[in-house]
């Protein structure tokens, strides 16, 4: 299989499967507990279905939108996920530069394999940088002003980790960082040589947003350990309230699934908010965001850019959530299984057929412009 025999999401998981080293895919596709949200994620788009318009003139679609301040040529954008170098030893460059020529905006992790300045010079495109909040504020006001200089527009920071997920199938092979791998985690990369060649002929693996904290090298503190002991799970709305003013300006909270947060998130001054369960990683039997959508929509979306992610695979699923009223779908698996399977030319496919995903669903919906979708478009079963 190639990558000109990807035709969608499941053609590009299935090369990614193959790839890969089992460990790292089951890092991707995995999630927690029994992985029910995980699922539901992407089963929810299915009780709904769009009641499309005829005859209205369909031969220019424009399907640009502004969110949170940045202007994107498609309504999707690639979220932030960690270690994109273990995926593909161009990680985040790749990513980066297909956003940036499909004219979308892209997220940095914390836990990023390129630095964010890097990321910043290298395009124009719109970027995000994904924060955790330290114990230590002063790490956090120092980031935050990393940030600033390098130029990141928009500020995210992800509310829903407070804790680590129970990610098991990461258990079962000993997937962390650094690598603690099992028997049998061991055996998966023995059989898969071509990825640990690539892997040892490319610059060493770091963390460059972290590297003064991290050390992955002696193995000193493990990623687990920075969420355990580095991350303050102490955090609340006056820490974060604080973070929007020094931030001043774009700033966002991912992860925020309930009214109330919403409503709170508005008050403290946030400009977005993303409903995201984290792609099912973190609290397993949480909704779906796609069906959280609506009441959230209602309560603050003329308050605040309602924005969200976890379990898109198609462009109708992003039709459907940007008719229930959001701003933009951000996509995680979505660009990962490209990546891995073929780099930037993955990632960028991806993206394309997306695009052209986008383009037929909105000339069958009878639309021309995003702004024309809405409930009228739409019947839940
Ligand atoms: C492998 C992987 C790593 C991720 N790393 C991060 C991260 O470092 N920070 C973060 O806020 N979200 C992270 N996420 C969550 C994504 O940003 C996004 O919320 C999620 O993937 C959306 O679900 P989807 O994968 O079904 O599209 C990660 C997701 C995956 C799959």
Known sequence: MRLRDCHNFHDFRRLARRRLPRPIFDYIDGAADDEVTHRRNTASFERCDLVPNVLRGVEHIDMSVTVLGQKLAMPIYCSPTALQRLFHHTGERAVAAAAAKYGTMFGVSSLGTVSLEELRKAHDTPQVYQFYYHRDRGLNRAMMQRAKE???????????????????????TGFSIPFRLTLAGMYQFGIKPAWGINYLT???????????????????????????????????WDDVAEMVRLWNGQFCLKGVMSVADARRAVEIGCTGIVLSNHGGRQLDGS?????QLAEIVDAVGDRIDVIMDGGIQRGTHVLKALSLGAKAVGVGRYYLYPLAAAGQAGVERALDLMRSELERGMKLMGCTAINQLSRENLRFR
Do not use: C, W
């Not at 687990?224 to 799970?233: A, Q, V």
């Open 202 to 236: 490319h610059e060493r693996f770091k963390l460059p947003q972290l590297d003064q904290h991290v050390d992955m090298g002696s193995g000193a503190l493990s990623i687990s350990k920075y969420f355990t002991e580095m991350l303050d799970p102490s955090m609340n």
């Open 150 to 172: 390098a130029g990141v527009q928009v500020m995210m920071l992800t509310v829903d980790s407070i804790t680590g997920g129970n990610r098991e199938r990461d258990k079962r």
């Open 287 to 291: 909704r779906a965001p796609f069906d």
